[in-house]
């Protein structure tokens, strides 16, 4: 049996939640998903979600892929701009944020939250 990757070594993170997120980022690899980054959000008490995964897509329709790709995993509670530069899908204590990258620079989410721990998937651990 294969060992799956753990992206989040060194993160103090319940165990069903660790493998949520590995997979939802081995989700986003599978669809050639780039610069991923995973924040935690439980330090900072927002009650909106336990963490955000933050990704690129080149256009509207890789990030179209990637989504539906994810959905095929799992159905979201909610997805916001499917056919957008823009797709939000929300796990309920995960939201996974994908974006063209012009998008990500301009609302810079990662910016937004500097206070919370964030962790970069780096792409050669991804390999």
Request: glycine fraction near 6%; proline fraction near 4%; charge should be negative.
């Amino acid at each position: 049996m294969e060992d799956k990757k753990d992206y989040l070594t060194g993160w103090s993170i319940p165990e069903k939640q660790r493998q949520k997120l590995n997979r939802f980022i081995e989700l986003i690899l599978d669809r050639n998903g780039q610069s991923i980054v995973v924040i935690d959000l439980r330090p900072m008490r927002t009650g909106l979600a336990d963490f955000f995964i933050i990704a690129e897509g080149f256009t509207e329709d890789h990030l179209e892929a990637i989504a539906l790709h994810m959905e095929n995993f799992m159905d979201p509670l909610h997805e916001e701009g499917l056919r957008s530069k823009w797709v939000a899908l929300d796990y309920f204590d995960i939201i996974v944020h994908l974006m063209t990258p012009d998008y990500r620079k301009h609302y810079d989410l990662e910016g937004l939250w500097a206070g919370a721990p964030q962790k970069k998937v780096e792409m050669e651990e991804a390999g």
